[in-house]
């Protein structure tokens, strides 16, 4: 026999067991997103490599290191979507969603980066993405803070943190880019392998470096927050005033910059002390030269993606139940010769709207028992022959003492929605 072929490293299956969490946490997002507004955009899992050399960042890790990139048979240079906002982004200027217009959009699907796969980081993960496109104001940086808090609230989940901070405009970031290289060139001596590639090519990735003998180097760097213009400043600080007036607790982070150069102005990101070293549950903020950078017209731009992964680890470690899509009927049959009848049975019971599972493919009465027992179905619907000559059911408890009853055909689905109301 040969070798069993497995599934590639860092990407996993999501098995019925676990299913019922990402249903939940999906269901439970999309009707938040339909409640703010936000209406659901797909797009291709491909894209050009320049989409993402361009938007991301061609010196960041994920450009340089992650992405899986590859020519296709007629040589164009392909790589897998790494993140969602680039793809949205390039769908909206392509379909002319953004010419004077505002979007708010989300989407859901899988992503791709080669990274080493540890608990909450695999090389396929999957991603909820909220985009608000053409709106400039600090109040749609709020209403998406708000947004996600409240996902926080639908699903139970607490120990969560907000830290957020501002990175102003790219000139501004451009004049604190060089005082950033002046501070770490004098400490050159103590900066790590990464960071002296960065230093001059992405400095201020170096202030995101999760290396413990850095902690030093970094906390004395120079301050972002100190360096920012007034038109940014005034807009971190509405933000803010918006944030304590709706009661959302935060932490003004001046070290958080994030991974992605397409961002300006607001960043944010939900942690939690639960996940490890993967502490990042949500993550986002503003970018507003993004659409321009694509080809489009200058268009603000805010949003955030949720790993889905993490999130439903963290569901699990917080022992939130999963949500099972067990059935509520199992039909079973005394004789072979009862199985069209059953089927027809169980045809008439979805009909009326109750989730069903009708036995196939033959065994004994007591094994069909027992199977309907595994289900976690409520109550079993028993069919044989004497049942069909008198137009009646079995019908069974499974959850209770096996109570059993005889019930006229026409009467059973009014019997069944009476049982279980009493329980």
Do not use: I, W
């Given at each position: 026999m040969s070798k069993a072929i497995q599934a590639v490293r860092g990407m996993n299956d999501v098995l019925p067991d676990s299913i019922g969490h990402w249903q939940h946490v999906e269901r439970i997002a999309r009707d938040l997103l339909h409640a703010y507004g936000y209406r659901e955009i797909r797009f291709p899992l491909l894209e050009k490599t320049e989409l993402y050399a361009r938007s991301i960042g061609e010196l960041t890790d994920i450009v340089e290191k992650e992405m899986y990139t590859f020519e296709d048979r007629n040589g164009d240079s392909l790589t897998l979507r790494p993140e969602g906002t680039a793809g949205c982004v390039r769908a909206g200027i392509e379909h002319g969603l953004l010419h004077n217009q505002q979007q708010r959009l989300w989407y859901l699907g899988p992503m791709f980066r080669h990274e080493r796969p540890q608990k909450g980081r695999y090389r396929q993960f999957h991603q909820f993405g909220v985009e608000a496109l053409g709106i400039p104001g600090p109040d749609v940086d709020a209403e998406l803070v708000l947004l996600s808090a409240r996902w926080w609230r639908a699903l139970n989940l607490d120990g969560l943190t907000l830290e957020i901070n501002s990175l102003g405009t790219p000139s501004v970031r451009a004049a604190y880019r060089e005082n950033l290289v002046a501070y770490f060139e004098?400490?050159?001596?103590?900066?790590?392998?990464?960071?002296?590639?960065?230093?001059?090519?992405?400095?201020?990735?170096?202030?995101?470096?999760?290396?413990?003998?850095?902690?030093?180097?970094?906390?004395?760097?120079?301050?972002?927050?100190?360096?920012?213009?007034?038109?940014?400043?005034?807009?971190?600080?509405?933000?803010?005033?918006?944030?304590?007036?709706?009661?959302?607790?935060?932490?003004?982070?001046?070290?958080?910059?994030?991974?992605?150069?397409?961002?300006?102005r607001t960043v944010f990101e939900w942690t939690t002390d639960r996940l490890g070293a993967q502490s990042t549950v949500c993550a986002g903020g503003r970018y507003d030269g993004l659409v321009e950078q694509l080809g489009g017209r200058p268009t603000p731009a805010a949003g955030f993606a949720i790993g889905l992964e993490r999130l439903i680890e963290l569901l699990a470690i917080q022992?939130?139940?999963?949500?099972?899509?067990?059935?509520?009927?199992?039909?079973a049959v005394a004789q072979p010769t009862a199985q069209a009848a059953a089927l027809q049975l169980a045809e008439r019971m979805r009909d009326a709207g109750w989730r069903v599972t009708c036995h196939c493919g033959g065994s004994s009465l007591k094994s069909q028992l027992k199977q309907a027992d595994r289900s976690g179905a409520r109550l079993a619907l028993l069919l044989g022959e004497d049942e069909l000559a008198r137009g009646q059911v079995q019908v069974k408890d499974l959850r209770g003492a096996g109570e059993q009853w005889s019930v006229a055909a026409g009467e059973l689905d009014g019997f069944l929605r009476e049982r279980l109301e009493q329980r």
């Open positions: 004098s400490r050159r001596g103590e900066l790590d392998e990464d960071s002296l590639r960065r230093l001059h090519r992405n400095p201020m990735r170096v202030l995101d470096s999760k290396n413990p003998a850095m902690q030093d180097v970094v906390s004395g760097a120079p301050s972002l927050a100190d360096a920012l213009d007034n038109e940014s400043r005034a807009h971190f600080d509405q933000l803010l005033e918006l944030l304590a007036g709706a009661n959302v607790s935060f932490v003004v982070n001046p070290r958080l910059v994030r991974g992605l150069d397409y961002y300006t022992g939130a139940a999963s949500q099972p899509h067990q059935p509520e009927l199992f039909v």
